[in-house]
């Protein structure tokens, strides 16, 4: 039997912590045996002598050494005192990371900071958040018990105003509030029209390429995903009403196309516009960054040219503002209203009414709109610095497509090697997407999908340069 020399650690104690001292002793002791400090054999202090060492209660020392016999790791000899037992419970073993059977869908989240050239985020540098604390903190002052209470699904009177009035002024929307149903995000206002206008098995004209999981929701939604070719006018109608005339839908992008950013043509509006009023079709407008248009003024949203109620308009905070907000808006014609409320009611669960005031006094102040202007001038410069390191770096490896919009530019890549060069990138820290997965049965282009929101500087575009041309020759 051995006497040890006791490591201070082993029998030392945290006083101002919250938890008892007796399970600290515990605590110790355990972390000691299962890392080898403490070995079979080895005798542990009396408990008279360990408190009076400590300065604590006899009594919890004792109490630790109960629970220490009691799980296995002492072991009671008489007069000759405790001793670490010879068979004691195995440590804490490590965990073994589950690992899926399939890839996630993109745009998950959970990054604690913005990665060069991720998708989907907008410039969180400039977020004018001493603005955004000052009304969070005046708002959340504010509160009385009638705030405390479950608000409407629909969405905060207040906010939903704002919405309307703002979309009137920037989108070309005649809307009122009535019209609008305030969302947790993208995937929500999709399930809400969904379910309010669709029965499983339908066909619903989806971009190709397009977001991936638009494509998921409507199959996991129990409807035919039909995949419509997108050139440089925007989706194709033509195509569209030869694969699925009997299609009851349609999502599009028509702003800035999702993937590829080019703008729906005026020619290919009025035919999709017309193909809904003829075949009685819901067209679901995707304005996930309608704000942001470079050249020009933004172009009103194909929202604002429907005549015949077949047009449900999806705006989004997340993508203007940043992700964290969770909060999106669909616009409904005035005879769907009620229709919509009854499925909202039975299925939304609304979203906080917290930030959703705290956003209709961000909108009502000005701020909302100061914002995107700010965003539209500095984007057009973000994207500039980038296009332009990048052609510095890379020549003619990458073929910067042009654009008239948009928070992510296409660079070109040879045929067929997107995947690898995205591979390479993202070993290296930087979150590039490949274009050639957003296709379903078109020929895939190759391409990489490259945000420019989150990149601030001209030193920082062109290190980032030099490291996308070292990926490509590593």
């Known amino acids: 039997m051995t006497q040890p020399s006791y490591l201070p650690e082993v029998f030392s104690f945290d006083s101002a912590s919250a938890v008892p001292l007796y399970r600290q002793l515990y605590q110790r002791v355990r972390e000691a045996v299962d890392s080898g400090v403490l070995r079979p054999g080895d005798r542990v202090p009396a408990t008279r002598v360990l408190a009076q060492e400590l300065g604590l209660a006899r009594g919890t020392v004792a ?9 296995g790791y002492l072991e009671v000899r008489g007069a000759a005192g405790c001793v670490i037992a010879a068979k004691h419970p195995p440590g804490p073993q490590p965990r073994v990371q589950r690992q899926r059977s399939t890839p996630l869908p993109l745009d998950v989240g959970g990054a604690m900071m913005p990665q060069p050239f991720q998708m989907g985020l907008p410039a969180l540098d400039v977020f004018p958040r001493k603005v955004w604390a000052r009304l969070a903190a005046r708002v959340a002052r504010a509160t009385q018990q009638r705030h405390m209470l479950k608000e409407t699904v629909f969405g905060a009177p207040a906010l939903r105003a704002s919405i309307a009035s703002y979309l009137q002024l920037s989108r070309g929307i005649d809307c009122t509030p009535e019209q609008i149903f305030v969302t947790p995000g993208y995937r929500e206002s999709v399930g809400l029209i969904m379910r309010a206008l ?4 339908e066909q619903v004209w989806a971009e190709d390429p397009c977001f991936p999981p638009t494509r998921q929701l409507l199959n996991g939604l129990g409807l035919q995903a039909v995949a419509v070719p997108v050139d440089q006018d925007g989706i194709d109608v033509v195509q569209g009403m030869a694969a699925a005339p009997d299609a009851r839908a349609a999502i ?4 800035h196309q999702s993937p590829l950013t080019v703008t729906l043509s005026g020619p290919r509006r009025l035919a ?10 819901w067209i679901i407008e995707d304005d996930y960054d309608g704000e942001f248009r470079f050249a020009s003024r933004p172009l009103p949203a194909l929202a604002s040219m429907d005549k015949h109620g077949r047009v449900i308009y999806c705006g989004t905070f997340s993508k203007v503002m940043f992700p964290s907000l969770r909060l999106d808006y669909v616009v409904v014609p005035p005879a769907l209203v009620e229709r919509f409320e009854d499925v909202a009611s039975l299925l939304s669960s609304g979203s906080p009414v917290l930030t959703q005031q705290i956003v209709s006094e961000f909108m009502q102040e000005g701020h909302f ?8 001038r500095l984007y057009a410069e973000r994207r500039e610095l980038v296009a332009t390191a990048l052609t510095a770096a890379l020549g003619k490896r990458l073929d910067i ?3 008239s919009g948009g928070m992510h530019l296409l660079a070109r890549t040879p045929h067929g090697i997107d995947r690898d060069i995205a591979a390479r990138l993202r070993e290296q820290g930087m979150a590039a997407q490949p274009l050639s997965p957003w296709y379903t049965t078109a020929t895939p282009q190759s391409a990489l999908l490259m945000s420019f929101t989150n990149i601030a500087t001209a030193a920082q575009a062109e290190e980032l340069g030099r490291r996308v041309a070292q990926a490509l020759e590593g």
Do not use: F, N
């Open 401 to 403: 497509a042009p654009q």
């Open 198 to 201: 669709l029965a499983p098995g």
């Open 63 to 71: 109490s630790a050494y109960s629970l220490l016999t009691a799980e």
């Open 369 to 376: 709109a100061r914002h995107i202007q700010r965003m539209r």
């Open 252 to 255: 599009v992008t028509p702003a």
């Open 272 to 281: 999709l516009l017309a193909w809904a009023g003829a075949a009685r079709a």
